[in-house]
C-alpha cells in the first residue's frame, strides 16, 4: 500500500494509495484517496528515528504523519520531501521519491553558524544567541 505525501497531491501525479487525515487538510485530497490517521505509538517512533537522524526540527506534523501511517501499515512512503526520504531510509521505511529524490542517506547536526558550537536542535545558539543552521554530519549509504 502507498503512503501519500502532500508533493503527490500538489504535482498532480495520478497514483493509488492512502494518506493521512493532516495531509487531507493541507491539500485538497481526491475522494477515491482512503485517509487514514496513525496511531500515537508510531507517531512516537517515528520521532524518535527522526531525531536521531537530525531531521526531526524541519518536519511538519503532518510529515511525521505519513511516515508513521506507512510504519504502521507496512506500507510505502510516496514523497518529494528530502527530509522525509532521509528519515525512511534512516528507519528502514520503503519510499519512492515523486519528483526529486535523495540519492544518500544523511545524518545531520545542528551548529551555530557564528561560534561554530554544536547544538541540539533547531532554534538559537545557548552560547552566542544566534540562529542554528543544520549541517550533514555523516554522509551514510545511498538509498
Ligand atoms: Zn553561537
Not at 502507498?2 to 487531507?24: M, Q, Y
Not at 531531521?55 to 506500507?75: H, K, N, P, R, T
Not at 544523511?106 to 551555530?112: A, D, F, L, Q, R
Amino acid at each position: 500500500m502507498k503512503v501519500l505525501d502532500s508533493g503527490v497531491f500538489i504535482e498532480d501525479i495520478l497514483v493509488k494509495g492512502v494518506t493521512t487525515r493532516s495531509v487531507s487538510e493541507e491539500t485538497a485530497v481526491p475522494a477515491t484517496i482512503e485517509i487514514l490517521e496513525p496511531k500515537t505509538e508510531f507517531v512516537e517512533k517515528i520521532r524518535e528515528g527522526a531525531k536521531k537522524s537530525g531531521d526531526l526540527d524541519v518536519l511538519s506534523s503532518a510529515d511525521i504523519d505519513v511516515l508513521a501511517l506507512a510504519l504502521e501499515i507496512g506500507g510505502m512512503v510516496v514523497t518529494n520531501d528530502f527530509a522525509i526520504q532521509n528519515v525512511a531510509s534512516a528507519m528502514k521505511i520503503p519510499w519512492e521519491g515523486s519528483g526529486k529524490s535523495i540519492t544518500h542517506e544523511i545524518k545531520w547536526e545542528w551548529y551555530c553558524p557564528a561560534c561554530w558550537k554544536r547544538q541540539s536542535g533547531k532554534g538559537v545558539c545557548d552560547k552566542c544567541g544566534t540562529d542554528t543552521k543544520r549541517r550533514p554530519k555523516k554522509k551514510k549509504g545511498r538509498v
